[in-house]
């Protein structure tokens, strides 16, 4: 190594922004944050920080006039908060981006006590954008470098493997099972670090996709009722240089882990986000962000033994399907994939009695003494319906009902989740 390289590895190191090591990062939608208040900022990242999360990939377009404003904001507070990073993922769907204004604002924001650092040079990724692709070694020159890990999913692993001159490493989309699947696998993950031969992986993880968005053409369901216990297990397997929770705060595809914030929610999503809360999902990261760096499920319980559970307040037959299709570009009904059941994780330290009431039914089960979290599954159709309680030992706490009623006419794919 020579000396300017340990010169900056030291500054980095003596400013807490060194950033060796596995680490964790949530998919932060900074165009849901017109008007958004340093408090709330502050509230997002003591939050995320406090679960285990690392920081936030900042997803940003190029034409909303508030982001400069939003992301001076988040890296202020993220710089006074201390120990969380940001960097931006540039959101190459959503319309054209200049090469200049992608240099602006890594140049912007490079220097910054919040930039997510490697070897000194900031972490930068993407929302697709292959087609982009030819224009990061202009990046590079006119930064003065980047570490450079793009989503480029809709030219698959093989077509990344062909783009390695350009990329430092690979951030994939793939977090939900795909169209007509009920559960999902690792077989593009390891695919992605085949074709890396060694460069940096970043693996996805998401509790959930529901969205219903008719003036964007969206409106399907991807199989949730195990993913978010499924693919941190994957994890353990895969071992990935990095994770991405997909997503911290999208609202309009029911994937957000945050506590709910009124105003991000984007018009037409009301109906399947007020009263859904996801906050409690967080509650498994401490322990499963810790195994994942740790590279072992063998690590003490950060926290205190808790059960999290999440599940639809309806049943499919319940009422009309919406027209929701079961995955994207799926040509079957939601509610052909969906299944009605209350999904429980548990993370213990011995074997603890886990009860699950819905209405006057019960159901027990024991943890497994062997293994730090355990997955449990309580069935429901629409003739098991009403409160719903779950309790781990002697606590308990009592969640939304299941009710055979649409409260707005049709099944709601997305979930609850409540914490013990």
Not at 104 to 123: C, E, T, W
Not at 279 to 304: H, N, Q, T
């Amino acid at each position: 190594m020579g000396f300017m390289n340990k010169f900056k590895d030291f500054v980095h190191k003596e400013l807490g922004l060194h950033s060796g090591g596995r680490k964790v990062f949530a998919h932060y939608m900074v165009g849901l944050t017109l008007g958004q208040s340093p408090e709330q900022w502050k509230h997002d990242v003591v939050t995320a920080k406090e679960v285990g999360i690392d920081g936030f990939a900042l997803n940003i377009g190029p034409s909303d006039p508030w982001t400069r404003e939003q992301l001076d904001m988040a890296y202020q507070v993220t710089g006074e908060v201390g120990d969380f990073v940001l960097f931006i993922s540039f959101d190459m769907a959503v319309g054209e981006w200049p090469v200049s204004q992608v240099i602006d604002l890594i140049n912007r924001y490079k220097s910054s006590k919040a930039q997510m650092l490697v070897d000194g040079d900031p972490f930068v990724s993407t929302f697709e954008g292959p087609s982009w692709a030819d224009n990061w070694n202009t990046v590079r020159e006119e930064t003065g470098g980047i570490f450079l890990v793009p989503d480029w999913s809709s030219i698959g692993p093989y077509g990344v493997g062909e783009k390695l001159d350009l990329i430092d490493g690979a951030f994939s989309w793939d977090a939900w099972p795909k169209a007509g699947c009920k559960r999902i696998t690792t077989n593009e993950d390891k695919i992605y670090q085949e074709c890396l031969r060694g460069k940096k992986y970043m693996m996805p993880v998401s509790p959930c996709f529901y969205t219903k968005l008719p003036q964007w053409n969206k409106n399907w369901y991807c199989s949730s009722e195990s993913l978010w216990y499924d693919r941190w297990q994957q994890i353990l397997e895969i071992k990935p240089d990095y994770v991405q929770i997909i997503t911290w705060n999208d609202y309009g595809e029911s994937s957000y882990i945050c506590d709910t914030a009124r105003a991000q929610i984007v018009p037409g999503a009301e109906n399947y986000t007020l009263g859904y809360h996801h906050s409690a999902l967080r509650a498994m990261l401490p322990y499963f962000i810790a195994a994942y760096k740790a590279g072992s499920p063998d690590v003490d319980l950060p926290g205190e033994e808790t059960a999290v559970a999440w599940y639809r307040t309806t049943p499919v037959r319940a009422g009309p399907d919406g027209e929701t299709q079961w995955g994207q570009g799926g040509c079957e009904s939601a509610a052909r994939g969906a299944r009605d059941v209350i999904s429980i994780v548990t993370l213990t330290t011995g074997a603890q009695q886990l009860t699950v009431h819905i209405g006057q039914r019960a159901w027990c089960f024991q943890t497994n003494p062997n293994s730090r979290a355990s997955y449990f599954e309580v069935p429901f159709d629409t003739c098991t319906v009403g409160p719903v309680r779950v309790a781990l030992g002697p606590k308990f706490v009592d969640g939304p009902s299941i009710v055979n009623e649409c409260c707005h006419g049709e099944v709601i794919f997305n979930h609850v989740a409540i914490k013990v």
